[in-house]
């Protein structure tokens, strides 16, 4: 099975800005669409963003202007710029092709606060 690692999150102030990556391993990562998805606790996993694999985006409307989503086929990586980070966009952080295998990784924790 496709194994998925996410990192680069952490702690940031309102307005602050992060970059999130995930590493893919399997050589057919190229023919999927990718996602970034959040979990806040207590609540459901959401989907915040996904690209198709030409590289055509799609934003959940509460991070549309403000977050980013890329990849690197070569690399079997993807990524998640962050910006203007709101207390509201913490959660656990985790990458899957669009729709999502039913396994997920570890996710990497963001926490917007003061």
């Known amino acids: 099975q496709v194994q998925l690692v996410e990192s680069g999150g952490g702690l940031v102030q309102p307005g602050g800005s992060l970059r999130l990556s995930c590493v893919a391993s399997?050589?057919?990562?190229?023919?999927?669409?990718m996602g970034w998805y959040r979990q806040a606790p207590g609540k459901q996993r959401e989907m915040v963003a996904r690209i198709n694999k030409g590289g055509s985006a799609f934003y959940a409307v509460s991070v549309e202007g403000r977050f980013t989503i890329s990849r690197d086929n070569a690399k079997n990586m993807v990524y998640l710029q962050m910006n203007t980070l709101k207390p509201e966009d913490t959660a656990v952080y985790f990458c899957?092709?669009?729709?999502?295998?039913?396994?997920w990784g570890q996710g990497t924790q963001v926490t917007v606060s003061s």
């Open positions: 899957n092709k669009f729709p999502p295998f039913n396994y």
């Open positions: 399997g050589s057919i990562f190229s023919i999927y669409a």
